[in-house]
């Protein structure tokens, strides 16, 4: 059975920082690209970032230059650095990952959520 478990999220104030991260575990080969959406109250789940297993980087616009996220192969996990937090970035934080997993092959998965609200 694999899972990706986040952490890190909570409530911070506007212009503070937190760091998510997200931990895969459980029979895994392979895992290719790793990302993070967010889906706050009444709207659609949307990517934030995204890391392939190679480092190349994608960003949503709304977060570029706040935002990073990064990866350590060694240990299945995948961050998501962001600083200079807005109300705007309170939604739902969900891990995503695209990996080959032993015995069901190649199929992308997610995390349970954590919340990151953004508030004074």
């Known amino acids: 059975q694999v899972q990706l478990v986040e952490s890190g999220g909570g409530l911070v104030q506007p212009g503070g920082s937190l760091r998510l991260s997200c931990a895969a575990s459980g029979s895994i080969f392979s895992i290719n690209a790793m990302g993070w959406y967010r889906q706050a109250p009444g709207k659609q789940r949307e990517l934030v970032a995204a890391?392939?297993?190679?480092?190349?980087?994608n960003y949503a616009d709304s977060v570029k230059g706040r935002f990073t996220i990064s990866r350590d192969n060694a240990k299945n996990t995948v961050y998501l650095q962001m600083n200079s937090l807005k109300p705007e970035d309170t939604a739902v934080y969900y891990c995503?990952?695209?990996?080959?997993?032993w015995g069901p092959g190649q199929g992308t998965y997610w995390g349970q959520g954590t919340q990151v609200t953004v508030s004074s």
């Open positions: 890391i392939t297993s190679g480092g190349s980087t």
């Open positions: 995503n990952a695209d990996m080959t997993v």
